[in-house]
């Protein structure tokens, strides 16, 4: 079996020949995360299926794969996030960042380490109804991350199989402790 991960942007795709993939890859796996993070864009969730940040999402990127690119859905696999970044200072949709250079008051957080971060200070939890992310805003209000936690993952794979795409794979296994132990 012979596979590859994949940014999932335009940017990335463009130089990935699609006639090498659908003739020797089994199956590619498009690393939909990040679209939101430490270099630059908009603080918010940083793997939505759709954004309403004007970024990045999961669907445009595979749509892109799929009708531009002529890359099979059964061959795509699509990346799932078990982390997530704390946005200090920002609200969500404000530009982080806008030239692009990382930015110190986004700060990425390891799923393992999720619970520390959440019982060190007072969260305040919120859930996104139709994307089952959990939103957490500090108790001062300056800070706030979204969580892809079990409902969301759930939500994604479901999404993703109902659309008809190989499957999930996730990033990466030495985070996997999600947020509350589940």
């Known amino acids: 079996m012979l596979t590859a991960a994949v940014g999932p942007v335009k940017w990335y795709a463009m130089w990935i020949p699609a006639d090498t993939v659908n003739e020797k890859l089994d199956f590619l796996h498009i690393m ?15 793997a939505p299926i759709y954004s309403s940040l004007g970024r990045g999402d999961i669907a445009s990127s595979l749509r ?20 997530s970044y704390i946005f200090n200072g920002y609200e969500p949709g404000e530009a ?8 110190k008051n986004v700060v990425p957080v390891a799923y393992a380490d999720i619970n520390s971060k959440l019982s060190a200070g007072r969260w305040e939890k919120s859930l996104d109804s139709a994307t089952r ?3 957490y805003r500090s108790a001062d209000g300056r800070s706030f991350m979204a969580i892809d936690g079990p409902e969301a993952i759930r939500y994604k794979t479901l999404w993703v199989l109902k659309s008809g795409y190989r499957g999930v794979f996730c990033w990466a296994m030495r985070q996997d402790v999600a947020p509350n132990g589940d």
Do not use: M
């Open 32 to 46: 939909t995360y990040n679209y939101c993070g430490i270099w630059g864009g908009r603080a918010g969730e940083h």
């Open 64 to 83: 892109y794969w799929t009708d531009v690119k002529h890359i099979p859905k059964s061959k795509l696999v699509v990346g799932l996030p078990f982390y």
């Open 96 to 103: 982080v960042n806008p030239k692009g250079t990382p930015s």
């Open 133 to 135: 992310v959990q939103w």
